[in-house]
């Protein structure tokens, strides 16, 4: 049997194949990404993100077999970052998701981001077409540890969780940019940690003086994830967020920024593609580089210059 | 030479001696390989689930309590069973050569002992995982 055929008969073994077919082939990732989206679209789709070391991991276990008790079926993408140095990889989240390794309704792959910026890898969005496509009920992507930038978990997330502990309080007037504009419900982790109380209480301050798009306004939650505490409290919220979107069109909108923000994505791959095909056939982008390296054309110029070159997206 | 070679490193059984099976992976990783590192107390269930979900080219396991005759032709089986015939099983440890033998007739892989080099055990992966990489038709 062919593969997508397998994948459609819910093998484990395809959906896993899949997968790793639209990490690593470029060439045959826009054909098994036709078969597949229009399956998709269905799952609940959950962000979970935060410094490294915040938790994200146990929590995403926690959160798994919370959804499970419910009868939801889980797949969990945990990224993790890409050596720039070697390009290999030590993918540990799995370590600290082994709640449920023998239910066969939840299914864990870690995923190593490939250097590419933003928390996630280029791969993750078509890893989570794929889950959905194969009928996961719920799907939890766990980002690398980010701090202020890496925003790209929400623009693949209906909702998104902002993990942080105790310890991040110095850090939240910088992070009043970035990782706290993405937050549908902020958690601070390790709440029994000294200095817990007094930190939710700023992120609920630093919530209250902020501006917010739409009329949900995240709620600071205490957790400890470890002990499992303060976990149905997340899990309402969640339940809450979850309703707050299907109301009034919220969802409808949030899926359309999802797919304007996969086109702009996939436009990129696609000029990257394009640039190293054609580094392979000429030397164009070398000459432009010793050029811009003597000063004798600015980098914007030569990028334009390449950009003229190239004879539309088509190919 | 295959690339994004990813590799499960396990500890199964009970002993708590993960500093092998932690240098191995740090070296694979230094490689440019993909590690998934699973960490101690594995069952021969829990690895072959992981190396399914994470689609592993290859399961290496650290087994330094002498279950080597257990857990290997286990997990084996368990990957037969579950119908994954292209990961290599390969692994180190504290294991004489009759039973690395004996396991070596059931389709296990080679198994390093105490003062390999990494550079052998990276070798040794990158050669089987080009050999052993297939297609899939879509």
Do not use: C
Not at chain 1, 194 to 201: C, K, L, P, Q, T
């Amino acid at each position: 049997m062919k593969l997508l055929d397998r994948f459609l008969d819910g093998d484990r073994i395809a959906l896993s194949r899949v997968i790793t077919l639209l990490e690593n082939d470029r060439d045959r990732r826009s054909e098994i990404l036709d078969s597949l989206y229009p399956l998709s679209g269905k799952a609940r789709r959950i962000g979970i993100t935060g410094p490294p070391g915040a938790g994200k991991s146990t929590l995403s276990d926690r959160l798994t077999s919370q959804l499970r008790k419910d009868g939801r079926t889980v797949g969990v993408i945990a990224v993790d970052p890409t050596s720039p140095f070697s390009g290999g990889a030590l993918l540990g989240d799995r370590l600290r998701m082994q709640g449920s390794w023998d239910d066969p309704e939840v299914y864990v792959r870690s995923q190593a981001d490939r250097s590419h910026a933003g928390g996630l890898s280029e791969a993750t969005p078509h890893a989570m077409t794929a889950l959905d496509a194969f009928g996961k009920d719920v799907i939890i992507v766990e980002t690398v540890g980010v701090g202020q930038s890496a925003l790209d978990v929400s623009e693949v997330s209906d909702t998104t969780v902002v993990l942080l502990t105790p310890e991040s309080g110095d850090s939240v007037q910088a992070m009043k940019a970035g990782l706290m504009e993405i937050a549908d419900v902020l958690v601070v982790n390790k709440a029994d940690r000294e200095g817990a109380d007094r930190f939710a209480s700023e992120l609920k301050m630093v919530v209250d003086m902020g501006r917010w798009e739409e009329d949900w306004k995240p709620p600071v939650l205490r957790v400890s994830a470890r002990d499992d505490t303060g976990m149905d409290a997340l899990y309402e919220q969640l339940d809450a967020h979850g309703d707050y979107l299907a109301g009034e069109g919220h969802l409808g909108k949030r899926r359309l920024r999802q797919g304007r923000s996969a086109i702009e994505k996939a436009l990129g791959e696609l000029w990257r593609g394009r640039l190293t095909e054609r580094r392979e056939r000429d030397d164009t982008l070398d000459r432009l580089s010793e050029r811009v390296a003597r000063r004798e054309i600015q980098p914007l110029a030569a990028a334009r210059e390449i950009m003229d070159g190239m004879d539309g997206l088509s190919n | 030479m295959a690339e994004n070679i990813r590799v499960l490193v396990a500890k199964p059984g009970l002993d708590g001696h993960d500093r092998g099976a932690k240098v191995v992976a740090s070296a694979l990783r230094d490689a440019g390989m993909e590690v998934i590192y699973t960490g101690l107390r594995q069952t021969p269930e829990m690895i072959v689930e992981a190396a399914i979900q994470e689609d592993v080219d290859v399961v290496a396991l650290s087994i330094l309590s002498g279950a080597h005759m257990t857990i290997f032709p286990r997990v084996m089986n368990l990957l037969r069973e579950k119908g994954v015939h292209h990961m290599l099983l390969t692994g180190g440890g504290i294991i004489p050569r009759t039973d690395a033998e004996e396991l070596a007739a059931l389709g296990v892989g080679t198994l390093f002992g105490p003062g390999t080099s990494t550079r052998d055990i990276i070798a040794y992966i990158q050669e089987e995982v080009d050999r052993r990489r297939v297609e899939d038709e879509i």
